[in-house]
């Protein structure tokens, strides 16, 4: 059985992952800082009280695993505030990095050592931090670390080659969640069926890529 472990469970796109990959059989670790009574309702594995910004944390919850195997990471917890280059908040840009950057190299860093040969890395990033798509500005720190986080998963998808590890690296659309306060043009549901299928699609070959959920190669 395929054991895929996924961050920022408890809502949004990391639930409907637990929800998609439970109910094709696989078995699933999920993590998160608070559990939801939707997370606690799935057939899954819950571990939370965890924070990705944390060593010690991130440490505590390989220990917790030690003697599992993970076949696929999917790096989901992230978060989004808002910056205009009016009303610049730098502890906010400084915060989003911490989760959505750095947050996510903890991860990989730590749970390394459980993941399987072969194993599959997922990075749940945005469009928003490609340079070349960027034609409005604004949500600096958003943006900033969405991009230093497309620059992590190539260096990760070299770094790792020799241990048969691939690493893809998603944008999952305009979501309708609570992130986006349920504006967007696509439902979780219909995001993570194509973001599944992506990361079913990965291999030693295509490791590396920015892709759209649907498929589309996002521009650097």
């Known amino acids: 059985m395929t054991t895929a472990l996924v961050t920022g469970a408890n809502r949004g796109i990391g639930l409907e992952f637990c929800r998609q990959l439970r109910a094709r059989g696989d078995s699933v670790i999920a993590v998160c800082r608070n559990a939801s009574k939707e997370l606690e309702a799935l057939d899954v594995q819950t571990i939370d009280n965890i924070d990705v910004t944390d060593v010690a944390s991130m440490a505590t919850l390989a220990n917790d695993l030690m003697g599992s195997q993970i076949d696929i990471l999917i790096c989901n917890a992230g978060i989004m505030l808002n910056e205009s280059i009016g009303d610049m908040d730098f502890d ?6 911490e989760v959505n950057a750095l947050g996510t190299l903890h991860t990989v860093t730590a749970l390394l050592p459980l993941l399987a040969d072969p194993s599959k890395i997922a990075l ?8 070349g798509d960027n034609t409005s500005g604004g949500r600096y720190g958003y943006r900033m670390s969405k ?25 999952p659309g305009h979501v309708q969640t609570d992130m986006t306060d349920h504006h967007g043009n696509i439902t979780a549901e219909e995001s993570v069926r194509g973001l599944l299928q992506r990361i079913d699609e990965l291999n030693a070959d295509n490791s590396g890529t920015f892709w ?7 521009p650097w």
């Open 92 to 97: 906010s840009v400084r915060e989003q990095f």
């Open 124 to 131: 749940i990033t945005s469009r928003m931090g490609s340079i």
């Open 147 to 171: 991009c230093a986080l497309n620059m992590a998963g190539v260096s990760l998808s070299h770094d790792l080659k020799h241990r048969n590890i691939s690493v893809a690296i998603l944008h």
């Open 212 to 218: 759209h959920s649907n498929g589309e190669i996002l």
